[in-house]
Structures are given as C-alpha cells and as structure tokens.
C-alpha cells in the first residue's frame, strides 16, 4: 500500500494534498470538472487509514450514482487492496436501503417492504387508475396520459417530504388566498364585483389537482398494504427511522466515524435531512463533502444548490478547499465553460494541465438529421485513421433526441453504445413477433389478422396482400374478418394469386403455431415462434444477430414476468402441479408497458465497442476525446414540459423550470466532458420547416473561442463525403414496384368507395391514412370516444323516434345498452361513460328539445350523384334536419369531447382548405342542394354536447354559401385527380398529436414500414 500510495500521493497539487491532509473535522471541496475528486476521495480514505487507528469498516463513502462506486471501488483498491473491500462505499439510494432492511419496524413494517422495480411501479399505478373513478387525471381519450405528470410530482412531493394532507393544505391556502385578494375581483364591466374570469378557472384548476392528492393517498396506502416500497420511499423511509429510532441513529453514528460524500451538489431535501438527523448533534463531525456548484444538474430529483452551500456552516465552520487545476480538457474547452458559468463559490477560473489547445467548432446545418449524418461521417473518416470508436461521444438534449440520433447511425453502420439504445417497443420485429403471440392468443381478432397479413414477416408479397384485403371490400362492401381469414379457399380470388397461395400458407402457419403452442410456457412459446418468425427467416449474419438480440430481449422479459409474482397474479396450474403464467395476461402486461412508454433496452450482442450516445444530463462523470453537442437552438434546449396540473405556489417553485442557470449547468457538464476536440452544433430549420435559432446562452459566448460554419458550408461538405445518405431514407420512393402497383391500383378501384366527409377528412389529413382507413377499410379497435360517441348518437335518435320524451331511467337503460353493444363490459368503465354520455343528452334534452321544429329528421342519409363528378358517389348521414314552417332548412351534427372556438372551426390551412368541422358542414349542404334540387341550407350547426350550456363554444352556428362549397367541390376535385395521377402517396401529413404522447402518424409509420423499412 505504501508505495502505490506515496506515488499517487507525490502527484497531487497542493489543494489536493490539502483535501487528503486534513483529516478530521467537516471539510467541504469545491472540486470543478477534471480536478481528481475521484482520486482526492480515494487517496484522503487510503490516508485515514495509514495515519489513525480507525478501522475499514468504519469508513462510509456514498456517492450519487453507481457508476461512481464501481470507480470509487476499484481505486481504493489499488492503493489499499483487500482493505478496501472493508470500506463502506454505496450510493445514497443503496445505503438507505440497507438502513430499512435493518430497522423496519420502526416504520411498522412487520417485515422489510420490498423495493418495486420500474415495471412494478407501472402497474400499481396502472392499478390504481383503472380501478377507481377518476374525474379528471384518466382521460377517456388516452388514460395513461397523465401516467408520467403523477409519478414525477409524487417523487418530487416525497423527495421534499410532503405528504398528502400537507399537499391538500398547500392547495386550500392558495384557493382561500386567491378568493380573498380584492385584485380577484372584476371591477367593470357584466362582471363587476364578481371573480375574474381567469381567477374563476385558477380555482377550479386548483380545485381538480384536489383529485391527484386522492391518487396520492391511494398510492401510498396501497403500497403499505402491500408492504412495498418504491425508489423514493427509499431515503424517506431512512430518514423517518434516524429521526423516531435513538438506537438507529447511535448505531450509525458508533459503526462510522468518517463519512465522505462525493458530487454533493446534488443532495435533495431528505438526503441533506439524513445527515442532519444523525450527524446535526455532533460537533465538528469528520464528514467530508466534495461537489461543484455548476454541475448541479440534478433539479428534478430536489437538488438545490443551497444544501450544499449551507454545509459550509451547518456541522460547524468546515474547511473549504477549491480545486480548479484541470487534468482532463484543454484551454479553449475550459475557457468556453467558465465563460458560460461563474461558480457562486468561488471566483476561481480553471487551469488547464494541457499543452495542446484546438478551438472549439460552431457548426449550423439545415436540419437536425444533417447534424448527426455529419456527425457520423466525421467519426467515420477519423475511425479509418485509426482512431478508437469509445473515444467519439454525441451528446444531445433530451431521450427523444438519443433515440433519433441511434437510428440515423445505425442505418449509416456506426456501432454506438448508449444508456437509452433502442427500446424493444421501437422495433418492427418485435411488434410483428408480438402480433403472432396475440393471434396466439386470440385468433379471431379481425385487426390483428389483417396487420399480420400486411407484415412483411408473413411471407405474403406486399401488394397481394394489399390486393386480397380489398377484395373483400370490392365484393362485398365490409373489411376483412376473421371469418373471411379462417375460411376462405384457394379459389377465393384466382385472379389474386398464381402457384401456392401465401395467404394460406401464412393462415397454416399460424394455426400450427396455435395448436403446438398450447400449453406451454411464455417463454417456450416467444422461443418457438421467435426462431421460426424472424430467426431461421434471417437473410445474412447481420440480420441473424439483430433478430437473436430481439427474440432474447423478448424471453428475458418473459422469464421476468413467469418468475415475479407481483406482475402476474393470474396464474393457471400446470400438469405439473406447478403454477403458471397465462398469455393473456403477458401480453398485457407487455401492452402497458408500452402505453407508459416505458424503455426497455435490446439485449444487444457485443456493444462494448462504440460511439457513446446519451443526453448530456447523462454524460457527468464521463469524458470521451472527442465531443459533439448537438441540437443547440434555443426552442430545444430550453422547451420543458408544461405540468398537466395547476399546482399551488409553494410545489411550483420545487420543481425544476427549464431556466437559463439550469440549461447553464447542463451545457457546462457537457462542454467539460471533452478532452481534445469539441463542436457544438444547431439547425436552422426543424423537420417541417419551421425556423430554429441558436441557443442564446451559446450566442452569447465571445465568438474568438470558435470556427464557425453555416448551413451552406456543412452542406456542401456532406455531399462530399456521402451523397448517398444525404437523401432522407424516411421519404417513400415513387420509383419503388410495389409502391407503383399500388398507385395503379387505386387509380382503378377508388370508384369504388363512397365519397363522404369523414373519407375527405382523413385524406387532407394524411392520405395514407385515407389508404388503410378508407380505401382497404382496415378494421379498427374503436376508442372510448368514439363508443361514447356512437352510443350518444344511438340514443339521442332513439329519442327522438318516440313520439314523447322517454323517463330517465330509459334513457340510461338504452345508454347501457348500446355502451355494452359497443364492448364495454367494465364496470368501473361502463359506469364512466355512463354518466358522461347521460350529462351530454340530458344537456340537449333541457336546452334543445323543447325547441325542436315539429318536421325533424334523425340521421339522414344522402347519397348525390354530381354531373361534374360523373365517377362518384358522395354519400352523407346527417344526425338532425329541422324543416321550419317557412321553409328553412337547419341541420345539426352532435359531438362529444372537447369543444372547438370559431376561429378552430373557419380556420383554413396552408393550401387554404377548409377545417375538418367546416369541410362537414360544407358537406351536408352540399349534399341537401344536390338531392333537393337547389335548396340552401338556411343554417348549419355543430353542438358540442360535453361542453357547458352556458359556454359560448357549446353551440357553433353559421351559413354555408356559395364559396365555402366551392371549397368543397375544389376539394373533392383535388382528390379524385391526385388518385389518377398518383401524387396522393407523396402529400404531405398534416396530423396533430392531442392528448397522448405519441407524436407519429400510425398510417404514416405503417408506410414507412411497408415502403422504406422493407
């Protein structure tokens, strides 16, 4: 020990020797990136132990992640070998935790509560939504959609040791403060002496987030009952027991009599209170502190910088000690970071132990896909130079942007190495392996048999496949069943198919699968079908090992769910006697775990050797040759996530705002990873042309510290070293054969299809959407809305046949009925939309019944025939006609969900088209001018049934003239000539995402899938 010791000792600059000399006392380091806190911690441990008489094993070190005990172990051991093992080092997390496993009952636990993996938290919570009535935090259009917004605001309450009830009180203070300040009160106008408008909403917002303190008590008493824990719980729990237990805290206080603390800037709330509560009475404890006021970039977890500042003082008046010599990056790289960052500790700038010194590049490109190609192209050209791949690191924003970043590289061949690598849920493969196990599962599930015929898995070539499910719809007007699947002949369609037919190849191979699958285990049967679908089917070696990866990852995930009890409470005996787990019951267990978008990474082969890829919050602790920090405009880098609930005051200053100090620290830790060579890049436009701009907190760096390139420049230098990848691999090639076919083919068969609104909708919304929807009439699983919708819709016509109005108890006999008639056979779920689709026709009953005009028709249907369009028939179903006694014609269409402004609804897009609202309204006047011979509609409405009477948005009226069919009539001209000439499959995708996190046109990545991905 003693010269391994005394060399690493020997090496040490005099703020570093200082740090490992003294000993005794609190002593806090201020340590800046590449300053040896890693070898000052290890060494002062090795010195404690040569110079007292203190025992290994009276030594704690905690640390903040596990990486950084991993590094922390094999130091120590270097310098004092098998004594190190003796040492107590563990994360904050790991430490606490073996603290509950000791005193539990202090808690009332009757045994040690077990730590909930991530997918065990998922499902309590999953749990939980779903088996209670919850008003407002599980939408009907997407109940996982506050999943995320819960579980980050119960961490960051528990972190800050807020319980439910104090919660509730935080939110009763600032609803009782809003009620009682005069500036709440409108002074002019209909409103005076009455609540503001905006306060009125503030209270009632308030009075909504009441519900996530419900979830929150729910939570906590469920996981006690259960005798569970999850991760925060951890420290909490540690906490409460050093504070209630005298023997606890004395226990810890005589097993350790140093305790040193690396990175603790990043101590939260109840982690500073453990040390207080055990440490607090003690005067001038020997605990050590090293950490970095500009590398606090752990805000979201309750870090605070003033925890660590107050440390200064708190255990008595501790030793501060700066360190700012660098050993890591050279001078321009640290230049740039102080630049960016003054420590508010000291004022101290950071020296470089480095003679060679590269400016810093600044590069633009036009997208951010150009970005990472560029990125890759360079890494590509300095690796066949000799270069090491583990030497190159992209660092980027957010996981969204890891992810993206994965993909571009793996399709350019660069092996990479990353913490968020692709997901399970990200591959096609593991959706059509997972599709085979549903099938599986159930076989006469109509939209899965469809999806599985148009996977290329199947075998089936993709435009017969495209051919025999509209053949269905040709012959007799209806999509695909699973009837028509099972059953059908080799003599369905003879013009379909010449030798064997694929399709019932592919219908054999499943059904073999069902039958010698039955009975077996999960895993047995993801093995059995993983090898016959995807492994035995590989093309080359590459291939092989992605589908090897695939099918591993699945089995794993399989074995984990047959082996834990806790996610599986349904089990089925086996002949064995043994129980088992059930298919079903995996798979939809597998199924929410994607709808929380949980990641769960491939177990990849081999990923030892790459390019490092990771978010720049992940890259602390790290440092890589080379460095490249991309998508630095300002509306990345500084966009944060709008918290779904209105939080009282006090919560909304804890939680951790995307501000410019904290964007700061993550762009500093990221800056001060690099060694050699660093660039920092930015787009100037995003993938649909909308303009992006250098993040300020960079352009407001003295330009002397960079080379700067435009977009043109790096452009240029792109198509130089590759022009084959600069085209956008996700566009669809028009030349591609099967794509081809598929143009012809509905240039023949689009007259086929009725010409209705919705149809027209779907088409200018995204005409792949059109495609699978409306042209091959793909079934669907109908969502909540559209059964609530439907069921509405049944039961308003239902009322107004009867020649008087039905009894309430009627009206939800029949709103039952057709709820069940719909699949709703939950209880918990029937009630729901019981009562929601009861409110919406009790709100028409009061105030649009009475008034109905005594000639009204309920759902209408119009078919018209226009001599301008002679190959078409447009088709309409109007849900209320009212004729009044001078001839005026009005015509209603019922909608549930959200209301829309006037402005949402006459908004016209960028090609000037009309809004799908007023392209249906537009629609049914059209369609009555053309059955009744020129008649105009004198008014056309929409009414928003789920809307409050008394809101201004519950009733939209207007008049269609003349120009807005027009716009209709040029519309459905638009559609017809882009079918003939085939520009359709080229159109630009208008979807907007609302109220669900998934951000991706499904009809878009369906052709994606079939036309580039294939």
């Given at each position: 020990?003693?010269?391994?010791?005394?060399?690493?000792?020997n090496?040490?600059?005099?703020?570093?020797?200082?740090?490992?000399?003294?000993?005794?006392g609190?002593?806090?380091?201020?340590?800046?990136?590449?300053?040896?806190?890693t070898?000052?911690?290890?060494?002062?441990?090795?010195?404690?132990?040569?110079?007292?008489?203190t025992?290994?094993?009276?030594?704690?070190?905690?640390?903040?992640?596990?990486?950084?005990?991993?590094?922390m172990?094999d130091?120590l051991?270097?310098?004092?070998g098998?004594?190190?093992?003796?040492?107590?080092?563990?994360?904050?997390h790991s430490?606490?935790?073996?603290?509950?496993g000791?005193?539990?009952?202090?808690?009332?636990?009757?045994y040690?509560p077990?730590?909930?993996?991530?997918?065990e938290s998922v499902?309590l919570?999953?749990?939980?939504?779903?088996?209670?009535?919850?008003?407002?935090?599980?939408?009907?259009t997407?109940?996982?959609q506050?999943?995320?917004?819960l579980?980050?605001?119960i961490s960051?309450?528990?972190k800050?040791?807020?319980?439910p009830?104090?919660?509730?009180d935080l939110?009763k203070?600032?609803?009782?403060?809003?009620?009682?300040?005069?500036?709440?009160i409108?002074?002019r106008g209909?409103?005076?002496?009455?609540f503001?408008?905006?306060?009125i909403k503030k209270?009632?917002?308030?009075?909504?987030?009441?519900?996530?303190?419900?979830f929150?008590?729910?939570?906590?008493?469920l996981?006690?009952?259960?005798?569970?824990?999850?991760?925060?719980?951890?420290?909490?729990?540690?906490v409460?027991?050093?504070?209630d237990s005298?023997?606890?805290?004395?226990?810890?206080?005589?097993?350790?009599q140093y305790?040193?603390i690396?990175?603790?800037q990043?101590?939260?709330?109840?982690?500073?209170?453990?040390?207080?509560?055990?440490?607090?009475d003690?005067?001038?404890?020997?605990?050590?502190?090293?950490?970095?006021?500009?590398?606090l970039?752990y805000?979201?977890?309750?870090?605070?910088?003033s925890y660590?500042e107050?440390?200064?003082?708190y255990?008595?008046?501790?030793?501060?000690?700066?360190?700012?010599?660098?050993?890591?990056?050279?001078?321009?790289?640290?230049?740039?970071a102080d630049?960016?960052?003054?420590?508010?500790?000291t004022?101290?700038?950071?020296?470089?132990n480095?003679?060679?010194?590269v400016?810093i590049n600044?590069?633009?490109?036009n997208?951010p896909?150009d970005?990472?190609l560029?990125?890759?192209?360079?890494i590509?050209e300095?690796?066949?130079?000799?270069e090491?791949?583990?030497?190159?690191?992209?660092l980027?924003?957010k996981?969204?942007n890891?992810?993206?970043?994965?993909?571009?590289?793996?399709?350019?061949g660069?092996?990479?190495?990353?913490?968020?690598?692709?997901?399970?849920?990200?591959?096609?493969?593991?959706?059509?392996?997972i599709?085979v196990l549903?099938i599986?599962?159930?076989?006469?599930?109509n939209?899965?048999?469809?999806?599985?015929?148009?996977?290329?898995?199947s075998?089936?070539?993709?435009?017969?496949?495209h051919k025999?499910?509209?053949?269905f719809?040709?012959?007799?007007?209806y999509?695909?069943n699973?009837?028509?699947?099972?059953?059908?002949?080799?003599?369905?369609?003879?013009?379909?198919?010449s030798?064997?037919?694929?399709?019932?190849?592919?219908?054999?191979?499943l059904?073999?699968?069902?039958?010698?699958t039955?009975?077996?285990r999960?895993s047995?049967?993801?093995?059995?079908?993983?090898?016959e679908?995807?492994?035995?089917?590989?093309?080359n070696?590459?291939?092989?090992?992605?589908?090897v990866?695939i099918?591993?990852?699945?089995i794993?995930l399989?074995?984990?769910?047959?082996?834990n009890p806790?996610?599986?409470?349904s089990r089925?005996a086996?002949?064995?006697g043994?129980t088992k787990?059930k298919l079903?019951d995996?798979?939809?267990?597998?199924?929410?775990l994607?709808?929380?978008?949980?990641?769960i990474?491939?177990?990849?082969?081999?990923?030892?050797?790459g390019?490092?890829?990771m978010?720049?919050?992940k890259?602390?602790?790290?440092e890589?040759?080379?460095?490249?920090i991309a998508?630095?405009n300002?509306?990345?880098?500084?966009?944060?996530?709008r918290?779904?609930f209105?939080?009282?005051?006090?919560?909304?200053?804890?939680?951790?705002?995307?501000?410019?100090?904290?964007?700061?620290?993550e762009l500093?830790?990221?800056?001060?990873?690099?060694k050699d060579?660093?660039?920092i890049?930015?787009?100037?436009?995003d993938f649909?042309?909308?303009?992006?701009?250098?993040?300020?907190?960079?352009?407001?760096?003295?330009?002397?510290?960079?080379?700067?390139k435009?977009?043109?420049?790096t452009?240029?230098?792109i198509?130089?070293?590759?022009?084959?990848?600069?085209?956008?691999?996700s566009?669809?090639?028009?030349?591609?054969?099967?794509?081809?076919s598929?143009?012809?083919?509905?240039?023949q068969?689009?007259?086929?299809?009725?010409?209705?609104?919705?149809?027209l909708?779907?088409?200018?919304i995204?005409?792949?959407?059109w495609?699978?929807?409306?042209?091959l009439k793909?079934?669907?699983?109908?969502?909540?809305?559209?059964v609530?919708?439907s069921?509405v819709?049944?039961?308003?016509?239902?009322?107004?046949k009867?020649n008087?109005?039905?009894s309430?108890?009627?009206i939800k006999?029949?709103?039952?009925f057709?709820?069940?008639k719909e699949g709703i056979d939950?209880?918990?779920?029937?009630?729901?939309?019981?009562?929601?689709?009861?409110?919406?026709?009790?709100n028409?009953?009061?105030?649009?019944?009475?008034?109905?005009a005594?000639d009204?028709?309920?759902?209408?249907?119009?078919?018209?025939?226009?001599?301008n369009?002679?190959?078409?028939?447009?088709?309409?179903?109007?849900?209320?006609?009212?004729?009044?006694?001078?001839g005026?014609?009005i015509?209603?269409?019922?909608?549930?969900?959200?209301?829309?402004?006037?402005?949402?609804?006459?908004?016209k897009?960028?090609?000037n088209r009309?809004?799908?609202?007023m392209?249906?309204?537009?629609?049914?006047?059209?369609?009555v001018?053309?059955?009744e011979?020129?008649?105009i509609?004198a008014?056309?409405?929409l009414?928003?049934?789920?809307?409050?009477?008394?809101e201004?948005n519950?009733?939209?009226?207007?008049?269609?003239?003349?120009e807005?069919?027009?716009?209709l009539?040029?519309?459905?001209?638009?559609?017809e000539?882009e079918?003939?000439i085939?520009?359709w499959?080229?159109?630009?995708?208008?979807?907007?995402?609302?109220?669900?996190?998934n951000?991706?046109?499904?009809?878009c990545?369906?052709?994606?899938?079939?036309?580039?991905d294939?």
């Amino acid at each position: 020990m003693d010269e391994d010791f005394k060399q690493a000792y020997n090496k040490l600059n005099i703020a570093q020797k200082e740090a490992v000399d003294t000993i005794d006392g609190p002593v806090m380091v201020v340590a800046g990136p590449g300053t040896g806190k890693t070898q000052i911690l290890a060494l002062r441990i090795a010195n404690i132990l040569q110079n007292t008489d203190t025992g290994a094993n009276s030594i704690l070190c905690l640390t903040f992640t596990r990486s950084g005990v991993g590094a922390m172990k094999d130091r120590l051991e270097k310098y004092i070998g098998s004594l190190s093992r003796g040492v107590t080092i563990n994360t904050f997390h790991s430490f606490a935790s073996s603290i509950v496993g000791k005193y539990y009952e202090v808690l009332d636990f009757s045994y040690p509560p077990k730590l909930m993996d991530d997918s065990e938290s998922v499902f309590l919570i999953d749990e939980i939504l779903h088996t209670n009535d919850w008003e407002y935090i599980k939408t009907r259009t997407n109940p996982s959609q506050y999943f995320n917004d819960l579980k980050g605001l119960i961490s960051l309450l528990k972190k800050e040791r807020l319980e439910p009830e104090k919660f509730l009180d935080l939110i009763k203070i600032d609803i009782e403060s809003l009620q009682k300040d005069p500036e709440s009160i409108s002074s002019r106008g209909e409103s005076k002496g009455e609540f503001k408008k905006d306060i009125i909403k503030k209270i009632e917002s308030l009075e909504r987030t009441i519900e996530v303190v419900k979830f929150y008590e729910v939570y906590e008493n469920l996981k006690k009952e259960r005798g569970m824990m999850d991760y925060d719980d951890v420290l909490e729990y540690a906490v409460k027991i050093v504070e209630d237990s005298d023997d606890a805290r004395s226990d810890i206080k005589e097993e350790y009599q140093y305790i040193l603390i690396d990175e603790h800037q990043d101590s939260s709330f109840v982690q500073n209170n453990f040390l207080k509560a055990v440490w607090g009475d003690v005067e001038m404890p020997n605990i050590f502190v090293v950490g970095d006021d500009r590398q606090l970039i752990y805000g979201f977890s309750g870090a605070n910088i003033s925890y660590f500042e107050e440390f200064s003082h708190y255990f008595g008046k501790a030793k501060l000690i700066i360190l700012v010599e660098n050993y890591r990056s050279t001078e321009n790289i640290l230049g740039l970071a102080d630049e960016l960052l003054i420590s508010s500790i000291t004022k101290e700038k950071l020296k470089s132990n480095k003679k060679e010194n590269v400016k810093i590049n600044l590069y633009q490109y036009n997208f951010p896909r150009d970005e990472i190609l560029h990125i890759g192209l360079m890494i590509k050209e300095m690796v066949e130079k000799g270069e090491n791949l583990n030497q190159f690191a992209i660092l980027l924003p957010k996981n969204k942007n890891v992810r993206q970043a994965c993909n571009i590289l793996s399709d350019m061949g660069i092996p990479i190495v990353s913490e968020k690598n692709v997901s399970i849920f990200d591959i096609n493969e593991v959706d059509s392996l997972i599709r085979v196990l549903q099938i599986i599962n159930n076989p006469n599930d109509n939209v899965l048999l469809c999806e599985s015929i148009l996977d290329q898995t199947s075998g089936i070539d993709t435009f017969l496949a495209h051919k025999f499910i509209k053949s269905f719809s040709s012959q007799n007007g209806y999509t695909l069943n699973r009837k028509d699947f099972w059953d059908f002949t080799e003599n369905t369609d003879k013009t379909l198919f010449s030798d064997t037919n694929p399709v019932s190849i592919w219908r054999g191979q499943l059904n073999n699968w069902i039958n010698s699958t039955n009975g077996e285990r999960i895993s047995k049967i993801v093995s059995i079908v993983g090898n016959e679908l995807l492994i035995e089917k590989s093309q080359n070696h590459e291939e092989l090992l992605k589908n090897v990866e695939i099918v591993r990852s699945l089995i794993h995930l399989a074995i984990s769910y047959e082996e834990n009890p806790t996610r599986n409470a349904s089990r089925i005996a086996s002949a064995d006697g043994h129980t088992k787990a059930k298919l079903n019951d995996f798979l939809q267990y597998f199924s929410r775990l994607r709808e929380y978008n949980t990641h769960i990474n491939i177990a990849s082969i081999g990923l030892n050797n790459g390019v490092h890829v990771m978010t720049l919050h992940k890259s602390k602790g790290l440092e890589y040759k080379y460095v490249f920090i991309a998508h630095m405009n300002e509306e990345i880098l500084m966009s944060s996530k709008r918290n779904a609930f209105t939080l009282p005051e006090k919560v909304k200053d804890l939680l951790d705002k995307k501000d410019i100090e904290s964007a700061k620290r993550e762009l500093y830790v990221a800056i001060t990873r690099a060694k050699d060579i660093l660039s920092i890049s930015y787009s100037k436009s995003d993938f649909e042309g909308k303009d992006l701009t250098l993040a300020h907190i960079i352009e407001d760096l003295n330009k002397d510290h960079f080379i700067i390139k435009n977009n043109i420049q790096t452009e240029d230098e792109i198509i130089k070293k590759d022009i084959k990848h600069f085209a956008l691999k996700s566009s669809l090639d028009i030349e591609n054969d099967t794509l081809k076919s598929v143009m012809d083919f509905v240039k023949q068969k689009y007259t086929e299809t009725n010409i209705t609104v919705s149809m027209l909708n779907n088409f200018f919304i995204c005409s792949w959407r059109w495609y699978f929807r409306n042209f091959l009439k793909l079934p669907e699983v109908k969502s909540k809305s559209l059964v609530l919708g439907s069921a509405v819709h049944s039961v308003i016509e239902f009322i107004l046949k009867e020649n008087s109005k039905p009894s309430d108890e009627a009206i939800k006999v029949k709103i039952v009925f057709e709820l069940k008639k719909e699949g709703i056979d939950d209880i918990i779920e029937l009630k729901k939309l019981t009562k929601d689709a009861y409110d919406s026709i009790k709100n028409w009953l009061i105030n649009y019944y009475e008034k109905l005009a005594k000639d009204h028709e309920s759902e209408r249907n119009i078919s018209f025939r226009d001599k301008n369009f002679p190959n078409l028939n447009i088709y309409g179903k109007i849900d209320l006609t009212e004729r009044l006694s001078n001839g005026d014609i009005i015509i209603t269409d019922f909608k549930t969900g959200s209301s829309k402004t006037v402005g949402m609804i006459e908004k016209k897009d960028e090609e000037n088209r009309l809004s799908s609202y007023m392209r249906q309204l537009a629609m049914y006047s059209y369609l009555v001018q053309g059955v009744e011979g020129g008649k105009i509609v004198a008014e056309s409405r929409l009414l928003f049934l789920e809307e409050n009477p008394k809101e201004k948005n519950y009733l939209y009226k207007t008049h269609i003239d003349s120009e807005v069919i027009d716009l209709l009539i040029r519309d459905i001209k638009d559609y017809e000539n882009e079918l003939i000439i085939g520009s359709w499959v080229s159109r630009p995708c208008h979807f907007k995402p609302y109220g669900t996190s998934n951000t991706e046109c499904e009809y878009c990545k369906i052709a994606n899938k079939i036309f580039v991905d294939n």
